[in-house]
């Protein structure tokens, strides 16, 4: 008695797997909009990714060709009234359609499955997917095995799924200028005079238009839509094509607007220079201030803060040759012989970055700022902008 109610069961439970193994069903064109693919194509995905579901019998397009033959309009239906309708006529227990929209940055795929008999929506599903239209078919896939409870791999979840995060996802605020640079620079002020002075006299002796070379890291730290706030890191060499080597190092903070990449920055920057304590006398000869110690070397050296007068002092030493002027333009010269020190400066930017399909061109005109001088000039960089990969086949 008990194998045989044992083997009624069995029995009963293998009918009700076959016959629902055996449940037919069809795929109306879903609606597309903003993507490359037509609703056939859709389609086609979905009578795929059913079939290898092995769930239902899936009626393919020749099985609904002489529907379509007889009334065009089923190549549109989208609403329950007419899916029911579709499918009473085709005879099949379920139909199923849905939609493909391209939203800003994702892709978001909807579908709907209809039981014809009862009339009612059978299963229904909603998923926002990244922009990677190439994927079409492995969203489908997602999508069909969540609203059927099957699992779904979690590594081609992740891989597809749309992150909903402004900050770090927008397209804008991810745009990312690092890469080479290339510019000239003008000198101005005392870059100006210590690059035309003569080397006997501790100069550079160049043409003040150097070219730079460099290169900028940039990171992100605020942004949106339309606004980005980045921290820049740009290391620069000028003057090498006239043998000089005058490296800088600036660290920005900078501020991107909107789709045309306009951009303001600002911040420290810092070079190698050597100086040397000293002046020019009338004829323009150098002298340096160890020099000038031989000269002035008693209680009362020149000292701006004494309290005797500037005049008692150059009495004072009235049979030393220097004269009045070149005592009060004793200071701190740029000079070849000089000792090696950090010098700062406060970099000014501003610009707008250029786009030519997936290339960025960054332009900016900048002026750095230190006592008595600076460089003005105009760089211009490059970088690619990374294309979306597609999820590897094993091909």
Request: proline share 2%.
């Amino acid at each position: 008695m008990k194998k045989s109610l044992l083997l009624l069961l069995i029995i009963v439970f293998s009918m009700g797997s076959f016959a629902q193994g055996n449940s037919s069903i069809a795929v109306a064109n879903p609606n597309v909009d903003g993507l490359y693919a037509t609703p056939d194509m859709c389609a086609k995905m979905i009578r795929l990714e059913l079939s290898k579901l092995n769930k239902y019998s899936v009626y393919d397009v020749f099985d609904m060709q002489e529907i379509y033959d007889q009334d065009e309009s089923y190549k549109t239906c989208l609403s329950k009234t007419c899916l029911v309708d579709f499918g009473g006529k085709l005879g099949v227990d379920y139909m199923i359609t849905g939609s493909y929209d391209l939203l800003g940055n994702k892709i978001a795929i909807s579908l709907k499955m209809i039981d014809v008999k009862n009339n009612k929506v059978y299963k229904s599903g909603l998923k926002e997917f990244t922009n990677q239209e190439k994927e079409l078919q492995r969203m489908t896939e997602v999508l069909l095995k969540e609203m059927l409870d099957i699992p779904a791999g979690k590594e081609l979840v992740e891989q597809l799924r749309f992150d909903n995060d402004i900050i770090t996802k927008s397209n804008v605020g991810k745009v990312s200028n690092s890469g080479p640079r290339v510019g000239l620079g003008i000198m101005t002020g005392s870059f100006y005079e210590y690059a035309m002075r003569s080397e006997q006299q501790g100069g550079l002796d160049i043409f003040p238009a150097v070219s730079m070379i460099g290169y900028q890291l940039e990171a992100q730290y605020v942004g949106t839509n339309n606004f980005s706030a980045l921290a820049e890191f740009i290391l620069n060499v000028s003057g090498l094509e006239q043998g000089q080597f005058l490296p800088t190092l600036s660290i920005l903070n900078g501020f991107r607007f909107g789709d045309a990449g306009w951009e303001f920055a600002f911040g420290p920057g810092f070079t190698l220079s050597r100086t040397l304590r000293g002046s020019f006398d009338s004829n323009n000869n150098w002298e340096s201030e160890s020099e000038w110690n031989n000269y002035w070397s008693s209680e009362f050296d020149y000292d701006e803060t004494s309290s005797i007068s500037y005049n008692q002092q150059v009495t004072a030493h009235g049979n030393d040759p220097i004269n009045v002027a070149k005592l009060a333009g004793m200071e701190d010269w740029m000079h070849n012989d000089g000792a090696v020190r950090v010098s700062t400066m406060f970099l000014m930017a501003f610009g707008r970055t250029f786009k030519a399909g997936a290339l960025n061109i960054p332009v900016n005109i900048f002026y750095s700022s230190r006592k008595g001088g600076g460089i003005a000039g105009v760089n211009v960089g490059f970088n690619v902008t990374k294309s979306k990969t597609t999820i590897k086949t094993g091909l």
